[in-house]
């Protein structure tokens, strides 16, 4: 078995925001990998006195735990238990019903001898090589797919110069927008302190025999393919294959310098946190 993994911050000075994690049984048989993606709250107060990283790393390392020791558990069960028992650590002390409480997307992957079970949530991919080389990505588009007048503001935005007062408020207003839509029918979800959200994952079970390697990336990573379009998903594992996880994240880093202020692949962030998994069980 062949198992590498990387990540690193989109910018040294904040702190990586995304998890990464393999696990294998001690009986020797499977093993089970999750990765999220932490989204970046607003600068104001979002009702909460932790850090994303420090939602992360609960909810990431109770959904490896779980995933491991609890094998007749299905992935979103998982998830859901994972989510709540974040949630009771500090319910307390923070607002968990405020919209930008600290949450992530999600990717899981758990295996045995005979199949491989999936979970993806929101934006970070799951790629699953065959033996004939063909690559299957588990996505889930929702976020690609908000309502067209949304999609026309991300427009308008991207359309600013960086740095302007103009591009600051139509951002702001984008920004309001896409809240409305966060984890609300007709929008999209990510993992937060509402275990129900576990049932709205893409999920499923492939055969384990035919299967080569499991590729999980975050967004982040996952933007050489989606928004630099610098080569195809089957591509993408070829690179991490031969050249391992960081291969892929120094490609990303390579882009986003000859593109600093996203002019000609508009996105987001310029630079964005990069984490990437790779098991060939």
């Excluded at 379009?229 to 882009?255: T, Y």
């Excluded at 593109?259 to 790779?278: E, H, N, S």
């Amino acid at each position: 078995m062949r198992i590498e993994l990387a990540t690193e911050p989109g910018e040294a000075q904040h702190p990586n925001e995304d998890y990464a994690s393999v696990a294998l049984p001690a009986s020797g048989q499977g093993g089970a990998l999750v990765l999220l993606d932490g989204v970046t709250p607003p600068e104001e107060d979002y009702g909460c006195r932790h850090t994303v990283p420090w939602f992360t790393a609960r909810l990431g390392g109770a959904m490896l735990e779980l995933s491991v020791s609890h094998r007749d558990m299905t992935l979103p069960e998982v998830l859901s238990a994972a989510i709540s028992r974040t949630a009771d650590i500090h319910r307390n002390t923070c607002d968990l019903s405020h919209p930008r409480t600290p949450q992530a997307t999600v990717v899981a992957a758990r295996w045995s001898g005979v199949a491989v079970e999936y979970l993806v949530l929101s934006d970070s991919v799951l790629l699953l090589e065959r033996a004939d080389g063909s690559v299957h990505p588990v996505l889930d588009r929702r976020l690609d797919e908000l309502p067209p007048a949304v999609q026309d503001r991300r427009a308008a935005v991207r359309a600013l110069p960086r740095g302007s007062a103009e591009r600051a408020a139509a951002g702001r207003k984008y920004a309001r927008a896409v809240e409305a839509l966060r984890n609300a029918e007709g929008g999209f979800f990510t993992a937060a302190a509402d275990p129900a959200v576990a049932a709205r994952a893409v999920s499923g079970t492939a055969a384990r025999e035919g299967l080569r390697s499991l590729t999980a990336l975050s967004d982040g990573a996952g933007r050489w393919t989606e928004v630099f379009h610098e080569g195809s998903w089957a591509d993408c594992v070829a690179l991490v294959s031969e050249r391992g996880p960081q291969a892929l994240i120094d490609r990303v880093r390579a882009a986003e310098a000859a593109d600093p202020q996203g002019a000609a692949y508009p996105r987001g962030k310029a630079r964005d946190d990069a984490a990437v998994i790779f098991v060939a069980p």
